[in-house]
T-cell receptor, first 110, second 114 residues
Framework: DAKTTQPPSMDCAEGRAANLPCNHS???????VYWYRQIHSQGPQYIIHGLKNNETNEMASLIITEDRKSSTLILPHATLRDTAVYYC???????????FGTGTRLTIIP | SQTIHQWPATLVQPVGSPLSLECTVE??????LYWYRQAAGRGLQLLFY??????ISSEVPQNLSASRPQDRQFILSSKKLLLSDSGFYLCAWSQPGRQGNGQYFGPGTRLTVT
């Protein structure tokens, strides 16, 4: 699976959009981009995934660049409950052995 | 809807004692099942995964073992715990063959080996 690079930490003001970047320059054509988050002392929570088209669900939007070498997770109106570690993972569909890196620690500031 | 249960929520065990952690999934059939461990301040490490009853794949060598006696039951065991086995143990499930809904995690068991 391709390696991902994320900033170790970010802050965002409550009510603003949180934009979390992820680089995956070695992604191959059949690999999906997954985003999970882990709130302190809880198990990870699936957020969203995509292959090459932008995706949106009730939690977030995922923007994948045309060359698929990077992506951005957008939380449109961040709340204090969005404070968590966010993981960007690239994985081949069918190979569901996810490799979690160190992620981005997002802190929402009141 | 699907739910995943793990117990116990917390556990304190002495070095050398046995371990048994249980995970069950409801509301789905033939799921893929996973055991992860997260040491304090570290990332998640995949320990075992299973695609069916009796089928276990180990990702890292260690003194832990896993078993899947029933379709929706996954057990993590050890005969003799080490101090290094302390951590947050997470069970997860996914639906095989279903395009990318990812894995769904249980609440976890926090194990302290003393």
């Amino acid at each position: 699976d391709a390696k991902t690079t994320q900033p170790p930490s970010m802050d965002c003001a409550e009510g603003r959009a949180a934009n979390l970047p992820c680089n995956h320059s070695t992604i191959s054509g059949n690999e999906y981009v997954y985003w999970y988050r882990q709130i302190h002392s809880q198990g990870p929570q699936y957020i969203i995934h995509g292959l090459k088209n932008n995706e949106t669900n009730e939690m977030a939007s995922l923007i994948i660049t045309e060359d698929r070498k990077s992506s951005t997770l957008i939380l449109p109106h961040a709340t204090l409950r969005d404070t968590a570690v966010y993981y960007c993972i690239v994985s081949n569909f069918g190979n569901e052995k996810l490799t979690f890196g160190t992620g981005t620690r997002l802190t929402i500031i009141p | 809807s699907q739910t995943i249960h793990q117990w116990p929520a917390t556990l304190v065990q002495p070095v050398g004692s046995p371990l048994s952690l249980e995970c069950t999934v409801e509301g789905t059939s033939n799921p893929n099942l996973y055991w992860y461990r997260q040491a304090a301040g570290r990332g998640l490490q995949l320990l075992f995964y299973s695609v069916g009853i009796g089928q276990i794949s180990s990702e890292v060598p260690q003194n832990l073992s896993a078993s899947r006696p029933q379709d929706r039951q996954f057990i993590l065991s050890s005969k003799k715990l080490l101090l290094s086995d302390s951590g947050f143990y997470l069970c997860a499930w996914s639906q095989p063959g279903r395009q990318g809904n990812g894995q769904y995690f249980g609440p976890g068991t926090r194990l302290t080996v003393t």
